[in-house]
């Protein structure tokens, strides 16, 4: 039907996160005069001002990006322009402005929503609860579309039709309340449905990807496709959704779970060692790097060993009850949580050899350039 105008609407994807140094660089304002002439101003500004300089000829500073401040309706959707910060939808706590600012309830919305962005040349990407995701002080240049696609569906017993941006916890609690095995672990992860499909979330020996049947999709060209789990390939934290290039939503998951008399138990029980073991109640995205492969050692006793818990950096710390989840301890800049990732990182590859990838994603504020980046 139609295409965006780029290949790669998102930004991150596993391994793409960037150095200090290559963030720094990317960071850099394109224009090197120390003051410039806004385009609708008629004095000029420093540099130190720009906020989004897209390229050579046109940028927008601090006080234009104000003024673009406007609620745009357009085919029954509120595009928000210029004023929803990303920090209110991480659990991080952390990111800007991003530019645009779309909310859907169903596939129809979704579908305009894509359709609105493709029309405008507006890079995109949809997320749902923010879980996982770091996003930049700089914000998003581009679309940012919210998922709120929430229904749920019986089809049989054991078998939920679920919308993408249903609440992946509530799914947990309630299919073990309903007496289904497979999604115990999920009633502590603070996703969605769509988030925790294209992440494979898991933990406690269970994964998504092994209760899923199938899973609705709609593409950049804005087809529908409903794809079978037999003929994807999944792994650990990582799904064919991250490296799927037309691919604009997941929109709805089928899950096929068997019946048990002790899920509800279970699932207690995994909550009950969550709230000792993590630090539920602070500002984080889960696990910041992803267990190494067979290397039967945690992510997070490698932290614990290199003596890191507790330490910080501005107001991004290393919590003191779980080594792999760094915490917004307040304030924290995007930048903060970049150098301690970085920081961590390197201290445990210097005493253990062993180089940690990260689970986190990090979205580039200006999204064009990072695909730039990415084709060198
Ligand atoms: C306290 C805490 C505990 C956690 N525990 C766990 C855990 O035990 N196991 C685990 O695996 N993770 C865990 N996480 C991380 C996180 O909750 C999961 O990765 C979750 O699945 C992300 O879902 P989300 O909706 O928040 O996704 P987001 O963070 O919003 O998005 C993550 C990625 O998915 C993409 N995405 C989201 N929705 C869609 C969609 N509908 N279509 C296409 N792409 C989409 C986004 O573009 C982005 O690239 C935890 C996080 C926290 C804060």
Not at 127 to 134: A, E, M, Q, T
Not at 162 to 167: C, P
Not at 220 to 229: P, W
Request: overall charge positive; glycine content about 10%.
């Amino acid at each position: 039907m139609f295409k965006t105008q780029q290949e790669g609407n998102r930004v991150s994807k596993k391994g793409k996160f960037p150095s200090q140094q290559s963030l720094s660089l990317s960071l850099m304002p394109l224009t090197s005069p120390k003051w410039l002439q806004c385009p609708s101003l008629s004095f000029t500004i420093p540099t130190s001002l720009f906020q989004h300089p897209r390229n050579s000829s046109t940028f927008l500073c601090n006080y234009c990006f104000k003024n673009k401040e406007q609620t745009q309706s357009w085919n029954g959707l509120k595009v928000i322009r210029g004023k929803k910060l990303l920090k209110d939808l991480t659990t991080w706590g952390i990111g800007g402005v991003c530019n645009y600012f779309v909310e859907v309830f169903d596939q129809t919305q979704l579908l305009s929503a894509i359709r609105y962005c493709h029309v405008n040349s507006i890079p995109y990407i949809i997320i749902g609860k923010g879980s996982n995701c770091l996003f930049d002080d700089l914000g998003f240049d581009g679309c940012l579309i919210l998922n709120r696609i929430e229904f749920l569906e019986r089809i049989d017993p054991g078998v939920y039709r679920v919308g993408s941006g249903f609440r992946f916890n509530q799914l947990g609690v309630l299919s073990c309340n309903e007496g289904f095995t497979g999604l115990e672990f999920s009633g502590g992860v603070p996703g969605t449905v769509g988030g925790a499909t294209y992440m494979n979330a898991g933990a406690n020996g269970q994964e998504t990807a092994s209760t899923i049947e199938s899973i609705d999709i709609v593409t950049t060209e804005g087809a529908f496709q409903t794809l079978h789990r037999v003929d994807l390939s999944f792994g650990y934290r990582s799904s064919p959704f991250q490296d799927m290039k037309d691919l604009a939503a997941i929109t709805a998951v089928t899950f096929r779970l068997q019946g048990s008399g002790s899920a509800r138990k279970r699932q207690q029980e995994l909550l009950k060692r969550r709230r000792i073991t993590q630090p539920l109640g602070e500002r984080s995205a889960g696990s910041v790097f992803r267990n190494p492969s067979s290397l039967g050692v945690s992510a997070a006793e490698l932290i614990d060993k290199t003596g890191l818990k507790g330490f910080s950096i501005g107001g991004a710390m290393v919590s003191h009850i779980h080594a792999n989840f760094f915490v917004n301890i307040g304030g924290s800049t995007s930048q903060d949580m970049l150098n301690l990732i970085a920081f961590v990182k390197d201290k445990v590859d210097k005493k253990f050899g062993i180089e940690l990838e990260e689970e986190v994603l990090y979205f580039h504020p200006y999204c064009n350039l990072m695909n730039k980046e990415r084709q060198l």
